[in-house]
């Protein structure tokens, strides 16, 4: 029913910063969750971030609190994943989700966006 598109993943250096973006589709979304996930080559999926479509209220992982922040623009059906201060640990294929509120999985997943960060 939901359709997602991420985009803006490429090669990065440590400590750089990268924005991605992930267009959704296929309906309303003011009870929708939307989240972001990662996955490294050799590890399991990750949680990231994510954040409601109605009030904004966001979740962070450990990992990346105070360095990522997850922001939504209902106008144009986007969801953004800014990423600061990389670091190597950070490569992985970045993956957009959608929820219903009323849910308690992630059923709609986009095809992904590579991030390489060097060092």
């Known amino acids: 029913q939901v359709q997602l598109v991420e985009s803006g993943g490429g090669l990065v250096q440590a400590g750089n910063s990268l924005r991605l973006s992930c267009a959704v589709s296929g309906g309303t979304f003011s009870n929708y969750r939307i989240g972001w996930f990662r996955q490294a080559p050799g590890k399991e999926r990750e949680f990231v971030a994510s954040?409601?479509?109605?009030?904004?209220?966001?979740n962070y992982a450990d990992s990346v609190k105070g360095r990522f922040t997850i922001s939504r623009d209902n106008a144009k059906n986007s969801v953004y994943l800014q990423m600061n201060t990389l670091q190597p640990e950070d490569t992985a294929v970045y993956y957009c989700?959608?929820?219903?509120?009323?849910?308690?999985?992630?059923?709609?997943w986009g095809q992904g966006t590579q991030v390489t960060v060097s060092s």
């Open positions: 954040i409601t479509w109605r009030g904004g209220s966001t």
């Open positions: 989700a959608a929820r219903s509120m009323t849910s308690s999985v992630y059923s709609s």
